[in-house]
């Protein structure tokens, strides 16, 4: 194996160069069009680009990542985590074409990759799972009579792919039909398969995974578990190891049931096999059929590199350790940094600013150190072409607590600015007392999220006055005189507009004033304190662990811009496509009512009305893309008798 092509972008490609460049083996990058001056092009050894920008014309084409292969005189393929990782058709074209896959062997990945498979090896090999329904037989009614089998509340989920995508809660029967749809429809879209299967769902389980290694020699190994129970729409964004629900003996019982899957199906390499866990029972709910990637906690835990385990065992070489030769030390916390708002909303845009806490990147964080595994810099475009996720932080500690403080500092001094962010969301995650008591489960954020944003949004209006007017005053300041006449303003924030007077008293001092709040008294620049331009007299700042967005609204009319935006105009919040248009002109709407679905970054959107209306326009069509601002639909008032 002298030279690996990396079917992958981004963070993912640059995590596997790093290992492979380190062991002395060259390495291939391909790139879309929006990908041209990426970091992960720029580190390998050549890159060739794939031509288009969509995933279906560049990742995912089997016969542009081949051709790479042949092109530049590789001998091996490395998949990453997404895109092709788990897609057994494109492992078998690699072998077909000569060249080593990395990764496990085709039959293991049909065997394992699809959920329906996976759950009927598990039966026949004493793997526990939840009662529920795979089978071929498609249609709505089989999955109607075997939902009134199994009973609510039950799971729809995607029979391919994984990533939270294609799965539906469903806690009454009128529910099932839509959700069906929705899934089937997602899935579609996301993994080119509509399958689906059913199964029992378990309401305040957690989700633990157990990462398995392989070799060609029948060797089969375990290297404990992570919890990844906070989650967002069945997206983990915070994993951790050890799970704090997990003693020794029940390490041992789920460590065997994964790799006695594993061995079931043939298995070689990394492969992570994923439980809900509840109380002291657990149940299989997929395998995943590659390295994921959250596999830095464990790489911390255990000083593992998993990428170079990746490449030994490609090569032949058996498994370096025995399962009583592996040893876990400390605790490990990884956050997951996404291109998203408060509420979860995917967003694009370019990286105006980027900053980063003291860190190593790809490599093992040593106790109390900080590893920070992305492809940021500035200037960096976040495209809508693909998921929203900019990188990863990982704490290795020597204590939970410990880890936990050290990551919020490490999410409170890195900086992104220019597009919206979940850094301090995070933050506020790892500080909520069920999380830090170790209590999350599965649907701590469905519980909590509601609080969390509420108390960020008390922040950023605590922070409103002093950060904003550094934002709007950093650049107007030149002149030590101080200026006697008070200059007041209407600075917008989410939606609300603040009345702000600030006085300059000279030397880069400024006096502000705002009702309810004692005035203060700021020297330009604030230390802490960082903001850019993101428009026409709208800025981003940050501060610690508080984000903000502000607009001068001053030179507004008044009426303008003291609107908190009436159920007049339904707009699109980020790039997507429009995949259903559930209601039609005239219709009478009720506050929530979904009125435009967006598909963005590989997941669907509702969009709803945001008040009691009446449907006067709709404006897009589906199979449509839309823009941020994007005008899709505008109401009337709700008319008599309107649903409420």
């Known amino acids: 194996m002298k030279k690996i092509l990396i079917a992958n972008r981004g963070e993912i490609a640059r995590r596997i160069i790093h290992t492979a460049h380190r062991m002395g083996i060259e390495t291939v990058a391909v790139y879309s069009d929006p990908d041209a001056n990426a970091l992960h092009v720029r580190e390998a050894t050549q890159a060739v680009a794939l031509g288009g920008a969509a995933s279906a014309d560049t990742y995912l084409h089997t016969d542009k990542l081949l051709a790479a292969a ?300 900080l590893r920070f595994d992305h492809a940021l810099e500035e200037g960096a475009e976040v495209t809508p072409h693909y998921d929203a996720m900019l990188g990863k932080l990982i704490v290795h500690a020597p204590t939970r607590p410990e880890a936990i403080a050290a990551l919020v500092r ?36 469905s519980e909590h999220a509601a609080d969390l944003q509420d108390l960020l949004l008390k922040s950023e209006l605590k922070a409103l006055a002093h950060c904003a007017v550094e934002a709007v005053f950093s650049s107007e300041i030149s002149s030590d005189l101080p200026c006697a006449l008070a200059r007041p303003m209407r600075l917008r924030h989410q939606g609300q507009v603040h009345l702000v007077v600030v006085r300059e008293l000279g030397g880069g001092r400024l006096l502000v004033e705002q009702a309810g709040a004692e005035p203060v008294t700021l020297q330009l620049p604030q230390r802490g304190v960082n903001c850019v331009a993101v428009g026409p007299r709208r800025w981003h700042w940050q501060t610690g662990g508080v984000d903000g967005w502000v607009e001068d609204a001053s030179w507004e009319p008044a009426a303008r811009a003291g609107a908190a935006g009436g159920a007049t105009e339904l707009r699109a919040p980020f790039n997507g496509k429009v995949v259903a248009l559930p209601v039609s002109a005239g219709q009478a709407l009720a506050a929530g009512d979904t009125v435009v679905v967006i598909e963005s970054m590989k997941l669907e959107h509702s969009l709803a009305s945001p008040a009691a209306a009446t449907v006067a326009e709709l404006l897009v069509a589906p199979g449509q893309q839309v823009s941020p601002g994007q005008v899709l639909a505008r109401f009337a008032p709700a008319t008599q008798g309107a649903p409420a």
């Open 70 to 369: 042949r092109a530049t005189g590789a001998d091996a393929v490395h998949p990453g985590y997404g895109f092709l990782s788990e897609n057994a058709d494109f492992a078998q074209a690699v072998v077909d074409a000569g060249l080593t896959w990395m990764g496990p062997p085709p039959a293991a990945i049909r065997a394992l990759g699809s959920k329906s498979e996976a759950k009927a090896l598990a039966h026949a090999h004493g793997v526990p799972c939840l009662p529920g329904y795979s089978g071929a037989d498609q249609s709505d009614e089989r999955f109607a009579t075997e939902a009134a089998r199994i009973g609510t509340p039950l799971m729809v989920k995607a029979v391919a792919g994984g990533g939270g995508r294609g799965m539906r809660l469903v806690t009454d029967m009128a529910q099932l039909p839509a959700a069906l749809a929705s899934a089937r429809s997602e899935a579609l879209a996301g993994f080119g398969c509509g399958d689906l299967l059913i199964e029992r769902a378990l309401l305040q389980p957690r989700h633990v995974e157990v990462q398995i290694f392989a070799d060609a020699h029948g060797a089969c190994i375990h290297l404990g578990e992570r919890d990844c129970s906070v989650q967002r729409r069945h997206q983990k964004i915070i994993e951790e190891s050890p799970s704090p629900a997990v003693d020794a003996a029940l390490r041992e019982r789920m460590g065997a049931c994964a790799v006695a899957l594993a061995q079931a199906a043939g298995y070689v390499g990394a492969g992570t096999v994923e439980f809900l866990l509840d109380g002291a029972e657990f149940f299989l709910m997929e395998m995943n059929t590659r390295l994921q990637v959250e596999h830095p906690v464990t790489e911390a835990l255990t000083g593992l590199d998993l990428v170079e385990w990746q490449m030994r065992v490609a090569r032949g070489e058996p498994l370096p350790l025995t399962q009583d030769q592996v040893h876990l030390q400390g605790h490990a916390i990884e956050v997951r940094l996404c291109a998203e708002d408060a509420h979860f909303r995917p967003h694009t845009g370019r990286v105006l600013q980027f900053g980063a806490p003291p860190a190593t990147a790809f490599e093992r964080a040593a106790p109390g150190a």
């Open 410 to 445: 490490a999410l409170h001094s890195t900086r992104v600015l220019g597009l919206p962010t979940n850094r301090a969301f995070l933050a506020a995650c790892l500080q909520h007392p069920v999380f830090a008591s170790g209590q999350a489960l599965v649907p701590f954020l």
